[in-house]
């Protein structure tokens, strides 16, 4: 059940985007501002509204962090925001000068894309504030962008149809067409789902454009193996272009916004709706789900933003759950280890959790002995499924804290092997990465390029000890 809990009726003209993190909202809007609210109470913050472009806002986003805020206009700048203060720490330019379209932090809030009218795409360095590498769309202007979980690669939609993934070295990787009339929005979720008889892992992409249509897409992507975009299904219900859409935190909702004024919520893995919302009085042009609370944001062109509250409690997915580094883990701020609780089920420990100002370096360094006498956890399940989901962090990331060896990373993906086989060039290999390889017909070694006398695959009981021992001894 999805209940109007509050409409923000502050701008003066068409709302254009909406955006979370784990503790604000901010709306832009055709009549050149930003606005930003407090979650807490739905009140602007002192700051707000953030002025400063000279034409219409298109789009806003916030870092993973929640510290920065990006904002993107007619005008042909990105402004970058200090979001706790309101400052403008940059305007970024887009080099051709034209109307910027969408911007996006990467999940590590190290880049910043843009895209703009002119099919033009900037990824920027967030540290030096200048660009990174560019590129540009064969036709059309870009209006779409949505990042993996992992970083490891982003997609772009443009208003010709296309939709392209670009690597995180811009590299154009894959291009196709989507919607005959013109891409409008896309998301990818962050949980990835497996799709196949081998476990193989997908992200999950949705895009939606003029042609009244949803599609649900999988994107499979290692360095080794390159990139596969393939269809997955097409929500109906929508009876005019749909403007945007936005998976929830935990992926298993889907929702969208159209020009019939409506707002339709799906369950992903069945394609049905669950709602339909018909609070708007003109195009729905924006929606959002907040990453820590069962919160909805939509936005129109009748200037207004509904605040939409779910009855049933829904796992979180913030965007700390994606980062697998441990020096990305080590620099979580206090609202990065929220969005990572949530994501983990534990979202009543939030409160107690800031209240005791653990951050990323904090959050690593708890023991069983801490949660007990400092944070006062009483419950002993509790606390077990605390440290659990600690130590599950330690492994995924240890592999990026230190050197690992090499004989202990698959050659297809290049992560460290949790079930390492033997195949019949006599290499060791991950084994849902084998055989994925196998099942797209390759009879080749992945290393060598020759035939392989056999697709049998051996499990390396030898190499899954050395790697578990090594993994103690990291622990130590």
């Known amino acids: 059940m999805a209940t109007l809990i509050h409409a923000l009726a502050d701008h003066s003209d068409d709302v254009n985007y909406c955006a979370f993190s784990s503790s604000c909202l901010a709306t832009c809007s055709l009549d050149k501002t930003v606005r930003v609210y407090s979650l807490d109470n739905f009140i602007e913050l ?33 402004a970058v925001w200090d ?8 305007a970024l330019e887009q080099p051709s000068g034209s109307a910027v379209r969408v911007c996006r932090f990467s999940p590590d809030s ?3 894309v843009s895209g703009a009218a002119d099919g ?71 949980r990835q789902i497996s799709d196949d008889d081998h476990g193989f892992r997908y992200f999950q992409m949705a895009s939606c454009g003029q042609d009244n249509q949803i599609k649900l897409w999988l994107i499979s992507f290692a360095h080794f193996l390159g990139v596969e975009l393939k269809y997955k299904c097409t929500l109906d219900g929508h009876s005019a272009p749909v403007l945007a859409c936005a998976f929830s935190c935990d992926g298993q909702m889907l929702v969208s916004g159209s020009v019939d ?29 907040a990453p820590c609370s069962p919160l909805l944001a939509t936005g129109s062109m009748d200037k207004t933003v509904n605040i939409w509250q779910f009855d049933l409690r829904q796992p979180c997915a913030g965007n700390a759950a994606g980062n697998d580094s441990e020096e990305t883990v080590e620099a979580w701020s206090e609202d990065d280890v929220s969005a990572w609780l949530c994501a983990q089920d534990l979202a009543d420990l939030v409160g107690l959790f800031k209240m ?40 995924k990331t240890i592999s990026a804290a230190v050197a690992v060896p090499d004989e202990f990373l698959c050659p297809i993906t290049r992560e460290l092997m949790k079930d390492p086989v033997i ?45 578990s021992r090594w993994l103690e001894t990291q622990h130590k």
């Open 110 to 112: 190290a880049y910043l």
């Open 46 to 78: 002192p700051y707000s509204p953030l002025k400063g472009h000279t034409y219409a806002v298109h789009c806003c986003c916030f870092s993973p962090s929640g510290q920065l805020l990006a904002s993107c206009s007619t005008d042909g700048t990105t």
């Open 261 to 289: 004024k409506c707002v339709i919520i799906y369950e992903t893995s069945t394609g049905s709706i669950l709602h339909t919302l018909s609070q708007h009085t003109r195009y729905v042009t924006t929606c959002a789900f």
């Open 356 to 395: 005791n100002n653990i951050d990323g370096k904090e959050l690593l360094k708890l023991t069983k002995e801490s949660l007990t006498n400092e944070l006062k956890i009483e419950s002993l399940g509790l606390r077990s499924k605390v440290l659990q989901k600690i130590e599950e962090l330690r492994t």
């Open 83 to 90: 979001a706790r203060d309101g400052q403008r720490l940059a």
């Open 120 to 190: 033009s795409v900037v990824l920027w360095n967030m540290q030096t504030l200048k660009p990174y590498r560019s590129g540009n769309v064969k036709d059309g202007s870009l209006v779409a962008c949505a990042f993996a979980p992992n970083g490891s690669f982003f997609v772009t939609g443009s208003s010709c149809g296309d939709v392209t993934i670009w690597d995180d070295k811009m590299r154009c990787l894959h291009n196709e067409k989507a919607h005959d009339l013109g891409v409008t929005c896309c998301d990818i979720s962050s």
């Open 423 to 467: 195949a019949a060039d006599g290499y060791s290999y991950e084994k849902d990465a084998i055989g994925n390889w196998l099942s797209k017909k390759r009879r080749s070694s992945p290393m060598t390029n020759l035939p392989l006398p056999s697709l049998v695959l051996t499990p390396n009981r030898t190499l899954k000890m050395a790697i």
